[in-house]
């Protein structure tokens, strides 16, 4: 029989963080069956074991509508799951090292990348959110961030406009399908490394992740891209307030490694 294990990442509190579902041992789970165990949680993502190599683990990352290539916070809840120590994660997007300590989990991001967000795919990733030019961040401008999975990034400059989020769900579904967008990383900057962060995440069949690792990562890799930050830096985001589901990631960017750390705790649900 399947074991299925409840978690929330970047939390320590159960009632807080973002839920994942956790299955260590999916060796004989097709994808049809994987499907189904996300849909049934409900859970932005669930991640399936369905491999293993010494300290390497071969993870697949389902949403309720579809499989994702990475998943922040699910790796972390796996990581936490599995035990204290180093692993190695092996994804559709590459190898993630993750290293676990005292219930928090860090995580090495895949080499990122960073590009321009085309005018055309601004002006209908603004209607979708029916968000307005004014609303935007001239310091933070917009870019499609990459660390794993690919997240538009828009800045704004109200935290109110944050958390007055009420976009069209069909439009931006359709859009975020067309373009190959995992979530969508709406910031807004609080402190010279801290920002409230939220996550339209239609394409997985929720209206919004309350924490999300792969979106952290790919937005440690704006930061740095930009200079916002230094080669060596510490960023908080805050996330999942707004949904009453209070979740902290921790951003570290290291001069001379590419990947981006992403980190957080994980604690079980237990129902």
């Known amino acids: 029989m399947t ?3 409840r978690y929330v990442a970047f939390s320590d509190d159960p009632a807080g963080g973002n839920p994942a579902g956790v299955v260590l ?9 994987m499907l189904a165990i996300a849909a049934e949680l409900g859970y932005s993502e669930t991640a399936f074991v369905t491999g293993r190599r010494g300290a390497a683990y071969r993870v697949r990352y389902f949403s309720p509508l579809a499989e994702v290539p990475f998943c922040g916070h699910a790796t972390v809840a ?10 190695l ?6 190898e993630v090292p993750v290293a676990v300590a005292d ?3 860090t995580l090495t991001s895949v080499p990122p990348a960073v590009s321009e967000l085309p005018d055309d795919e601004l002006t209908a990733l603004l209607a979708a959110l029916r968000w307005a030019t004014d609303d935007l961040d001239p310091a ?3 870019r499609i961030a990459y660390a794993g999975a690919y997240h538009p990034v828009l800045a704004v400059t109200s935290r109110q406009r944050l958390a007055d989020l009420d976009y069209d769900v069909p439009a931006l579904k359709a859009l975020m399908t067309e373009r190959g967008w995992t979530t969508v990383q709406l910031v807004h900057r609080t402190g010279p490394a801290s920002f409230d962060v939220r996550d339209p995440f239609p394409v997985g069949g929720v209206y919004e992740d309350p924490a999300t690792g792969a979106a952290a990562a790919a937005f440690g890799a704006y930061l740095r891209e930009l200079g916002v930050v230094g080669p060596d830096a510490t ?6 307030d707004d949904l009453g589901r209070p979740s902290r990631l921790t951003v570290r960017l290291v001069a001379g490694e590419p990947g981006v750390r992403v980190s957080g705790n994980a604690v079980p649900i237990v129902e």
């Open 140 to 142: 933070l401008p917009p």
């Open 103 to 105: 219930g928090v989990a």
């Open 3 to 5: 074991e299925i294990q």
């Open 25 to 33: 041992d999916a060796a004989q789970l097709d994808d049809a069956k």
């Open 78 to 87: 796996t990581a936490v799951a599995l035990g204290p120590g180093d692993h």
């Open 235 to 240: 960023v908080a985001l805050r996330q999942g």
């Open 89 to 94: 994660f092996v994804t559709n997007a590459g």
